[in-house]
């Protein structure tokens, strides 16, 4: 199945060794493998796309790849917003969706075992399907996969109770940059023997090792959602209900915020008939199910009120709370109605929710640049979206320059540069801004340690 020329060695070489595996070299069937979800980010030339289906082919396209040098961009479902998979010059795309198997669901352990390239949301279903929930749910779970997710931490829609996918790791199976394999973590609850390897790869961006298979933690599946929107006059208001949900003690499962110019552009995408007057709206959502869910609902709906909000809709029924979610989940595409939208991935701690806002809104401004707010507020978790017309040609620089402000007014307040996006190309030279040069002296050393030829997505994370 393989259809390389024997341009490089290494195709001869990996053509002759998997013969059955199916690999691509020609510009126009690389060219889908080239870049994640950013558009604004470079994406290099790819000497080939490798299509893997078990761990045995990727352990050895890499050790391949490792005896000539040749960098290894590991590639899921390609929904990644920094850039992380996209392809350096020269490199093999090994894309994992191939490794699709849903090796076991243990009810007896609360556990799953899982390769890589399970598209997140046909986990979620195979787990429903037996009564249990994998909490992680990013708002792309239709497109990721999750050895992506695990390579990111993913967070999602449900982090503000469940915590993010590194909270769900339990083992994972990885191909080294040399093509060995080993085993982290295992199926243990409770597991302290030796440095923990799994933790040290979640959010590793495919630079220390290609995750091959994982082992997954489950928990029962809670009650069906319960429903609240809140409309408030600006943003402000909704960042201050934030803020006082939390003090009140409620941690609802879900607890996101779109903004003005994101709620139009949901509603231009979904009708859902949302109040064309509201600055902001949260939505919040309880899984305590019932008198426990009424419960935090109402503190939530009372903190709320406290903090202005000038309606109040429960949802009436789930299919209405099903469109409103999945309105959330397409807020990103819905965007791109808006003009040029570059989306950011930045998070503070929750107690300066409403700080964070005030900042965004003066620094937008100074610069005369429209920002739309949305995001995993509960978290503290925001997505600002730089909006600028289509023709603009200075949309970039006048897009970084607001950047760098946002980066040090989120570092001000305790924040970090990325909750969940991840660091990839787009954000690595701001690394040493947050952690210092020792602290980045230390990941290199680790890098260093297990990639020694830096063949692993070269350029990702650690600045150049
Ligand atoms: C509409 C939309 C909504 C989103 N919502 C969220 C959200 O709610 N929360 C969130 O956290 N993110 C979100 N994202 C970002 C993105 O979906 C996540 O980062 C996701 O985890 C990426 O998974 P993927 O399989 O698509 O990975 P890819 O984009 O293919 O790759 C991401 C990184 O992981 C590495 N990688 C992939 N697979 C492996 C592997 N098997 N082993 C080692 N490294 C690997 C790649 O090299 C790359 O560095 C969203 C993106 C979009 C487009």
Not at 82 to 92: E, K, L, R, T, Y
Not at 390 to 415: F, I, N, S
């Amino acid at each position: 199945m393989s259809r390389v020329s024997a341009a490089h060695p290494i195709l001869a070489d990996l053509a002759a060794e998997l013969p059955d595996t199916r690999i691509v070299t020609a510009a126009d069937e690389t060219e889908a493998y080239r870049r994640d979800e950013t558009e604004f980010l470079p994406a290099g030339r790819p000497l080939a796309a490798a299509f893997p289906t078990s761990t045995a082919e990727v352990a050895a396209i890499v050790r391949h790849c490792a005896a000539q040098r040749v960098p290894v961009v590991t590639r899921g479902g390609g929904s990644g917003l920094s850039g992380g998979a996209n392809a350096v010059d020269g490199c093999v795309v090994l894309v994992m969706t191939g490794l699709d198997r849903i090796i076991e669901i243990d009810a007896a352990n609360l556990l799953a075992v899982t390769q890589a390239g399970v598209i997140t949301a046909d986990l979620e279903r195979a787990v429903e399907a037996q009564g249990l929930l994998y909490p992680p749910d990013p708002a792309s779970h239709e497109l990721s996969c999750i050895g992506g997710n695990i390579a990111e931490n993913a967070g999602g829609l449900r982090c503000v109770k469940y915590g993010v996918t590194r909270d769900w790791v339990l083992g994972l199976e990885v191909v080294l940059a040399d093509g060995e394999v080993i085993r982290t973590g295992g199926r243990n609850v409770k597991d302290v023997m030796g440095y923990d390897l799994t933790r040290l790869l979640v959010g590793s961006e495919g630079t220390l090792g290609i995750i091959t298979e994982a082992t997954l933690k489950l928990r029962p599946l809670p009650a069906p959602k319960t429903t609240l929107l809140a409309f408030f006059p600006t943003v402000g208001h909704a960042g201050d209900a934030v803020s006082r949900i939390t003090a009140a003690g409620v941690i609802p499962v879900t607890l996101e915020m779109l903004d003005r110019p994101i709620i139009d552009a949901v509603e231009q995408a979904v009708h859902l008939g949302l109040d064309p007057e509201a600055g902001a709206l949260l939505m919040i959502e309880s899984d305590a199910g019932g008198k426990e869910a009424e419960r935090e609902l109402d503190l939530a709906a009372a903190a709320c009120s406290a903090a202005g909000a000038t309606k109040l809709d429960r949802a009436t029924d789930a299919a209405e709370a099903e469109a409103m979610r999945e309105a959330r989940r397409r807020a990103h595409w819905s965007l791109e109605q808006l003009g040029q939208a570059r989306t950011e991935d930045v998070s503070v701690p929750r107690s300066r929710v409403a700080e964070l806002i005030a900042a965004l809104e003066g620094i937008s401004a100074r610069h005369h640049l429209r920002i739309g707010v949305f995001g995993h507020a509960g978290d503290g978790n925001f997505h600002p979206a730089y909006l600028t017309a289509r023709d603009d040609p200075q949309a970039k620089e006048r897009t970084d320059a607001v950047r760098a402000e946002v980066y040090e007014a989120v570092l001000a307040l305790g924040g970090t540069i990325s909750g969940e996006h991840g660091t990839g190309l787009t954000k690595k030279q701001f690394l040493e801004r947050q952690f210092g040069p020792r602290a980045v002296a230390a990941m290199r050393a680790i890098k260093d340690a297990l990639d020694p030829q830096g063949i692993l997505n070269p350029g990702k994370i650690l600045p150049d």
